[in-house]
């Protein structure tokens, strides 16, 4: 009885009655993951689009592949439907493959889950996987476990032409860093300056902002940039 109870609710023939539980069932399942994702994003801030795109998402993805079964579901066209199915969603979801944050692209890709159990009749499976996600991201957003080390960070630091920059900082860096890394150089200001990146990690205890005086001190006080590695978030400049 159990087992039943996760059939899929679609025949070959769809009825009206079932298509409209399925794509309601998506619209309301898509709001479910807009809560969570503005939740899951209230700190850090995020595109506003991405909360709408969340909602629409699972309906248009659930139609897709609702419309391939209209097309036939059966054993001699099983493959080039479901085809037809995942290559109207990769169509639909490909402009966001530029998409920097991998958080929005995890998100994203539930609505394309969700949508796709759901287009299939599913929809047990699809409340099931909904709650086992939403638990997941609750879970990790009240312990912070995605939360970056605020120790690991990149150093960026210009120094002007006429300054010979070999092993200058070194001694700061060993004093204050666990461990750091000269990651690149480049010219900037039509080769006036250099910019030099570091990959560094902060000692336990170590003051910001004398850590970044001490380097202005060699640097002829010119701009100093300290930033979490993993957003790029400016800490002091």
């Known amino acids: 009885m159990l087992l039943q109870a996760f059939d899929t609710i679609l025949d070959t023939d769809l009825e009206i009655g079932t298509s ?11 709001l479910i993951l807009a809560i969570i994702y503005k939740y899951f994003k209230r700190s850090s801030g995020y595109s506003t689009d991405i909360p709408l795109s969340l909602i629409i998402y699972p309906v248009a993805i659930t139609g897709i592949v609702m419309l391939s079964r209209v097309i036939g579901l059966n054993e001699s066209s099983t493959r080039t439907t479901m085809a037809f199915g995942f290559a109207g969603v990769l169509a639909l979801t ?14 994203l890709s539930m609505t394309i889950i969700l949508g796709f159990i759901n287009g299939l009749g599913y929809i047990l499976y699809a409340a099931l996987i909904l709650i086992i996600m939403a638990i997941a991201i609750i879970v990790v957003t009240i312990t912070k476990f995605n939360a970056p080390s605020i120790k690991e960070m990149t150093l960026k630091i210009i120094v002007p032409e006429q300054l010979n920059f070999d092993n200058l900082f070194d001694d700061i860096l060993t004093d204050s860093c666990k461990v750091y890394n000269l990651k690149s150089i480049k010219s900037t200001e039509f080769g006036t300056m250099f910019e030099l990146n570091y990959v560094i990690t902060l000692k336990n205890g170590i003051n910001q902002h004398e850590f970044i005086d001490k380097i202005r001190e060699r640097n002829g006080n010119l701009n100093v940039t300290l930033s979490i590695r993993r957003f790029n978030t400016q800490i002091v400049q």
Do not use: E, K, N, P
Not at 94 to 107: E, G, M, N, P, V
């Open 94 to 107: 490909r402009f966001r493959s530029t998409q920097h944050d991998i958080s929005d692209l995890a998100f």
């Open 20 to 30: 409209i539980i399925c794509l309601g069932l998506s619209l309301v399942y898509g």
